[in-house]
């Protein structure tokens, strides 16, 4: 009966080097690791479609802008409110068809903080500044404020459903 063990944890013993040797790794994960693991990836996710935001919006990539917001998105700025995907639509088309490519804009997000309310909805606010001019500069800053939202995930996908820009 002894030499059954040995030989078990020798063969054991092996593996376990073998499987290092080559890279591998057995870790237990708690509920509660992997819960914040995903919190992790969310707040990952919710920043790069705040960064999203500004890029779409300054290449005028009117499909990519129109995407980061649920069909029902709620926007409102300097007096001006947009409710859905087709007045979004008609808005960065607009903005598209404007002064490019001789005008560029550049956002500048700054100050991101994101507060979860549930395990698919968040609160974010972040400072942005616009700058805008010819190519090559100079540019001229055009606004600076505060973006108020809530965001929410549908479908695995992180997507803006309100936002305010207050004045």
Do not use: C
């Amino acid at each position: 009966m002894f030499n059954v063990i040995k030989n078990a944890i020798k063969k054991v013993s092996v593996f376990l080097l073998v499987s290092t040797l080559a890279g591998l790794s057995f870790q237990t994960v708690t509920a509660a690791e992997a819960m914040k693991s995903s919190r992790a990836d969310d707040y990952a996710a919710i920043q790069s479609l705040i960064m999203k935001y500004a890029h779409v919006y300054d290449s005028r990539d009117i499909e990519g802008y129109v995407s980061i917001f649920t069909d029902d998105a709620h926007f409102t700025f300097g007096g001006g409110e947009m409710n859905g995907s087709k007045e979004i639509r008609e808005f960065i088309t607009r903005v598209a068809n404007g002064p490019a490519p001789t005008t560029i804009t550049h956002h500048v997000i700054t100050n991101t903080l994101i507060e979860f309310v549930s395990d698919t909805e968040a609160h974010h606010k972040s400072y942005w500044e616009m700058v805008s001019g010819p190519q090559g500069g100079p540019f001229t800053v055009n606004g600076i404020g505060i973006y108020d939202d809530v965001v929410v995930k549908q479908n695995g996908e992180w997507r803006i459903k309100t936002r305010n820009i207050p004045n």
